[in-house]
């Protein structure tokens, strides 16, 4: 699926990974300069708080968060959305923690076939039959909970469990404090941000986002993109439950439900555009640090959950009216 | 989401300037009017099937049951219509609910009625939160609906802890009573009623019109020099009004408020809307069919209950109606498109 590129617009691209792409990109810098001032924050707010111990914990559990981002940021720069996400991340950890009787490896491969299962789905409906992402989504996911519910009640005799090598996944920490999700995370951070900026299929990605029409105008088999896309966002849902239910180690109903609205929330932050056809994978990485830091920053404060909710939001809010205005 | 949204008007436009044109339209007009209550007799008929014992308890029941969803579909069906979407109707019928049930514990039937007129108020207020932050700071709709839904689900959880408070039983009975006929229950009175006293007079004058202009095509109808903020604010604002009815109604039928209601309303709201036939591009539907669309889906977990089918099926089978209806839409277009 790739396109040659034009040999000008390769070197343009050529040194666009690492960290003077970082610092170009301006959005990504001025959500450095923002998480750095959270962090300060809450070295101002408790001193002696933020140390290698912490700098792990917060990667540790932003990692579920980047990797759902990570599926978010593919089909919101195609102008899609997924709400089913959340669903699915639950129905992975849920199949693979009844499966471990059969073996690590199968109980894996059946948590990641849920994923594989509802991003066709998606794909097909919103490639081929053209139904809104929004409202796709949304009733997959409410197939794939439903679905999940009568599945575990019909295993009442066989509980679920979580293997330790997943447990060391979600919560364990190696190599001198490096939380082990990181090597999950960083791979597919590095493959997302290469990705997207210099394969065909991450600029068919941005083509389609800007303009579906002229992209089939222009002969791009559009709906093989979406298809694979869809697919795409759905494994990588299904590898952060995984990765979320190493971290709670016990596998229930509504385990993911919680990370659907910050996956939308760290990608907008992130710069990624609503509409489709602006923004990268790591602005989406920022964002899911900013969310996690700040979610520790409310926790050291003693915020009660309703209220961490409403700050929450009310963040979100003034960050997606600023970009609005910035970008328009 | 603006390009189907212009494609379609133009295709209305098309289709119109024809005399097939227009039969084509009438048959549509009166196929969404007819097929959702076909859709529920045949419903009604099976659950009758299956349950021969139907009487006007399990009548009442139903519309009970389907009163706070049949209010969340209407309130999406407004919002949907002027282009928008109101992805906060859940947590505002929440937050009613829970200030309801708060307030009204130890009140008089008087006070609770003066204290529901306040709380639609604040339903009201709240819509107008929403539009005015759509309109004023052209962030796209679901963002800002998806972030003030968490807003106000923080709010409920503020206001009530856990499940609990009450009503007096005069107001609960508003909703959850029989006044006339034993297969006449409140609560479908209710819905009638209220559906009808906001709905009509905004669908009968002006404010409506503008409100299906601006869905169907907001460039078009800024060009006529229709004030679009102020269309999609008011579209808010009954969609506030109509969440905080059916926040009250829930409030009557299940006694108690419960502040983590929320989410299952958006959701099923949104799918009762686009079963009963409004178009998620804007500026198509009506009020009728998702508030019976809405009877549907509470239909089906009963059903399954009847049948002796695990009721969560219920859940499975909901996504996929929402999905086939949808994917059926979306295969009419693009067979329409290739002709």
């Known amino acids: 699926m790739s396109t040659p590129a034009g040999s000008a617009d390769r070197r343009r691209l050529r040194p666009a990974i690492g960290l003077a792409a970082l610092v170009r990109n301006r959005t990504v810098a001025a959500l450095s300069l923002l998480l750095l001032a959270f962090v300060l924050g809450i070295e101002l707010a408790r001193p002696g708080t933020v140390n290698a111990v912490w700098v792990s914990n917060t990667i540790l559990f932003a990692a579920p968060l980047g990797i759902l981002a990570a599926g978010q940021t593919l089909v919101m720069l195609t102008g899609g959305i997924d709400l089913s996400l959340a669903s699915v991340a639950t129905a992975s950890a849920y199949l693979m923690a009844t499966h471990t009787s059969h073996g690590g490896v199968a109980a894996v491969l059946a948590g990641l076939a849920v994923g594989l299962a509802v991003g066709v789905v998606n794909g097909l409906g919103v490639a081929v039959l053209r139904v809104q992402p929004l409202v796709m989504t949304l009733g997959t996911g409410l197939m794939t909970q439903g679905v999940l519910i009568v599945y575990s009640q019909k295993l009442l005799a066989t509980g679920p469990h979580v293997p330790a090598f997943i447990v060391a996944l979600g919560s364990g920490k190696g190599l001198d404090s490096i939380p082990i999700d990181l090597f999950l995370w960083a791979p597919i951070a590095a493959l997302m941000v290469f990705g997207l900026r210099r394969t065909g299929f991450g600029r068919l990605l941005y083509a389609i986002g800007d303009n579906s029409e002229a992209c089939l105008l222009a002969g791009i088999r559009v709906w093989q993109v979406l298809l694979v896309n869809y697919t795409i966002c759905s494994l990588l849902a299904a590898m952060a439950g995984l990765v979320i239910v190493g971290g709670t180690n016990a596998a229930d109903m509504s385990l993911a439900d919680v990370y659907l609205l910050p996956s939308v929330a760290a990608v907008i932050i992130g710069g990624t555009s609503i509409f489709g056809g602006r923004g990268g994978y790591a602005g989406s990485i920022m964002g899911a640090l900013m969310l996690t830091v700040l979610n520790s920053l409310l926790t050291l404060l003693d915020a009660p959950e309703p209220f961490k909710q409403i700050l929450y939001g009310a963040i979100i809010l003034v960050l997606a009216a600023v970009y609005t205005r910035l970008t328009e | ?339």
């Open chain 2, 1 to 339: 989401m603006k390009g189907p949204a212009r494609k379609d008007s133009l295709a209305v436009a098309r289709v119109a300037s024809s005399e097939i044109g227009l039969a084509r339209r009438f048959v549509a007009r009166y196929l969404s009017l007819v097929g959702m209550p076909a859709l529920l007799v045949v419903f009604l008929a099976l659950t009758v099937a299956i349950h021969p014992q139907f009487a006007a308890f399990d009548a009442q029941s139903l519309a009970m049951g389907a009163l706070p969803l049949a209010f969340a579909a209407a309130a999406q069906s407004v919002v949907l219509i002027s282009g928008g979407i109101d992805l906060s109707v859940g947590s505002l019928i929440a937050v009613a609910n829970v200030l309801a049930a708060r307030s009204m514990e130890n009140a008089t039937f008087g006070q609770s009625l003066g204290l529901a007129a306040l709380i639609l108020l604040a339903g009201a207020t709240a819509g107008a939160a929403n539009g005015l932050l759509v309109v004023i700071t052209r962030v796209p709709d679901v963002v800002i609906t998806l972030t003030t839904g968490f807003i106000w689900g923080g709010v409920a959880l503020l206001i009530l802890e856990k499940p609990g408070g009450g009503a007096p039983d005069q107001f609960l009975d508003l909703g959850a009573g029989t006044s006339l006929t034993e297969w006449l229950s409140n609560a479908l009175i209710l819905l009638v009623g209220a559906v009808a006293v906001i709905w009509i007079p905004v669908r009968a004058t002006r404010p409506g019109l503008l409100l299906y202009a601006v869905g169907s095509d907001r460039t078009a109808a800024f060009r006529s020099g229709i004030r679009i903020g102020q269309a999609r604010l008011l579209a808010y604002v009954l969609g506030g009004l109509f969440s905080a009815v059916g926040g009250l109604g829930l409030t009557m039928t299940t006694g108690i408020g419960s502040p983590l209601a929320g989410v299952y309303y958006t959701l099923s709201g949104l799918a009762a809307a686009v079963i009963g036939g409004v178009s998620l591009a804007g500026g198509r539907g009506g009020l009728v069919g998702p508030v019976i669309a809405a009877y549907v889906l509470t239909l089906i977990p009963a059903d399954l209950i009847f049948l002796n089918i695990d009721p969560n099926f219920g859940q499975v089978i909901q996504g996929t109606l929402i999905v086939l209806v949808v994917m059926l839409g979306g295969l009419l277009t693009v067979l329409r498109s290739r002709r």
